[in-house]
C-alpha cells in the first residue's frame, strides 16, 4: 500500500506570539557569499554577557514561554555563550542556537541537551561541491562532523538551507542526506536581497534570486519527501493563494530582530536601512522616532507585502492590465509539515 504523501499546512500568526532573533555578535569566521549581516547598519561589537542578559530581559515573559534565537556573525565565537543560554533558560525562553558548524570554544562540551533545545546548523549544498562555493572551502566537512558530533551528545538538531540561483536544483538530494545525519528539523529559506546579495544586485553580479515558477516547482515537493522521511521540515509561504488574505506578522504577534548596535527591528526585510522601530538605549527598550518600518505595516497594498514591494519591488511580476501576478505574503509566514508518528520509521 502506498503510503499517503505529507502536506503542508500554512502556520498562521497567533496573537501575542513572540520570538527573539538575538545577534549577539556579527563576527564570523566564514565569509559567505549571501551574508545578510550589514556591518555599517548592525554594528561591529561583540556584546558582553551581561549585556546580552540585560537586553534578554526586557523581551522575556516570565508567565509564558518566549522563542530565542541566538545569531551571529558567528555565535559559538562568543566565549560566554553557554552561560547565555543558561540565563535564558531561567527567563523561560525556548532557546536556538544557529551555526555555521564551527562550534568555537569547545561549545559542544560545555552545553547539554536539557540546557538548549535546538542546535540549527547552516548548509547550502548536499555536498561540498554545492556547498562550499557559496559558503567557503571545506565547510561541508566539519559542518557535518560537527553536527554528526551534536547528535551523538543528544542534542536536538536542525538544518537551514537557504535556496538561491546557486543551489535550487539540488535541494532534491539534501532530505535523504538530513535522514543519514540524524536531523530532526530542516528549514528551507528563501534567499533574501540584504547584505552582500543586494550589494551583488546592485552591481549585477549574481542573479540569486529563483522565479516563482521554478520556487513551487521544487520547494513544495522536496519538503514532503523530507517529511516522509521524518523531518520536520517549514518554510516560506512566498507567494499568496489567489483567494489567500494577505497578513503581516508585525500587526499580529511579536517578532524582534536584535543587533549588537542597539537597534530593533520588527521585520528582517529592513535590516538594512536605520529605520528600526526600536532602539535599545541605557538597557530600556525605547521607540525610535521617524518614518520607520512601523508606519508601513498597516498599509495594504495588491502586491501584498508592502515592505517588499518598496525594497524588492522586483520580486514582482504583473500582468498587462497592471494586476500583479503573484502576491508576496510577509516573509514570516511559513508552510509546515508534520509527519506522522508512523512516517518516523521510514528509511
Not at 519538503?223 to 497578513?247: Q, S
Request: with cysteine; glycine share 6%; charged share 25%.
Amino acid at each position: 500500500m502506498t503510503a499517503r504523501q505529507p502536506t503542508a499546512r500554512t502556520v498562521g500568526f497567533k496573537p501575542g506570539e513572540r520570538n527573539v532573533f538575538f545577534h549577539i555578535l556579527t563576527a564570523c569566521n566564514l565569509s559567505c557569499r549571501h551574508c545578510y549581516i550589514n556591518p555599517s547598519q548592525h554594528g561591529t561589537k561583540t556584546l558582553s554577557a551581561a549585556t546580552v542578559i540585560d537586553w534578554l530581559r526586557l523581551f522575556a515573559r516570565p508567565e509564558e514561554q518566549s522563542n530565542l534565537i541566538l545569531l551571529g556573525g558567528e555565535p559559538t565565537l562568543h566565549p560566554d555563550l553557554p552561560a547565555i543560554i543558561r540565563a535564558a533558560k531561567s527567563m523561560r525562553f525556548a532557546v536556538t542556537v544557529d551555526t555555521n558548524g564551527y562550534l568555537f570554544h569547545d561549545f559542544l562540551d560545555r552545553i547539554t541537551p536539557k540546557e538548549l533545545d535546538y542546535l540549527s546548523f547552516s548548509l547550502d549544498g548536499p555536498d561540498s561541491a554545492v556547498n562550499d562555493p557559496i559558503r567557503g572551502e571545506n565547510v561541508f566537512a566539519v559542518c557535518t562532523e560537527n553536527l554528526r558530533k551534536a547528535v551523538r551528545k543528544g542534542l536536538q538538531t536542525s538544518v537551514i538551507y537557504t535556496v538561491s540561483s546557486l543551489n535550487i536544483d539540488h535541494l532534491h538530494r539534501m532530505p535523504r542526506l538530513l535522514k543519514s545525519l540524524g536531523v530532526k528539523r530542516f528549514f528551507i529559506q528563501v534567499i533574501g536581497l540584504r547584505g552582500k546579495p543586494a550589494a551583488d544586485k546592485k552591481e549585477g553580479e549574481i542573479v540569486w534570486q529563483v522565479d516563482p515558477d521554478h520556487w513551487l516547482r521544487v520547494v513544495p515537493p522536496v519538503a514532503a519527501e523530507a517529511a516522509g522521511l521524518g523531518l520536520h521540515v517549514t518554510y516560506p509561504k512566498v507567494f499568496l493563494e489567489p483567494d489567500e488574505k494577505f497578513e503581516c506578522a508585525a500587526n499580529v504577534a511579536e517578532n524582534y530582530f536584535v543587533f549588537p548596535n542597539g537597534r530593533v527591528y520588527r521585520c528582517p526585510l529592513c535590516e538594512d536601512y536605520p529605520i528600526h522601530a526600536y532602539l535599545i538605549e541605557n538597557n530600556r527598550l525605547v521607540r525610535h522616532e521617524g518614518i520607520n518600518e512601523d508606519r508601513f505595516f498597516p498599509l495594504t497594498i495588491p502586491e501584498g507585502c508592502v515592505m517588499n514591494k518598496l525594497l524588492q519591488p522586483d520580486n514582482i511580476d504583473y500582468r498587462a492590465d497592471g494586476t500583479p501576478r503573484h502576491r508576496i505574503s510577509c516573509c514570516l509566514l511559513k508552510q509546515e509539515i508534520i509527519p506522522e508518528a508512523a512516517n518516523n520509521n521510514n528509511e
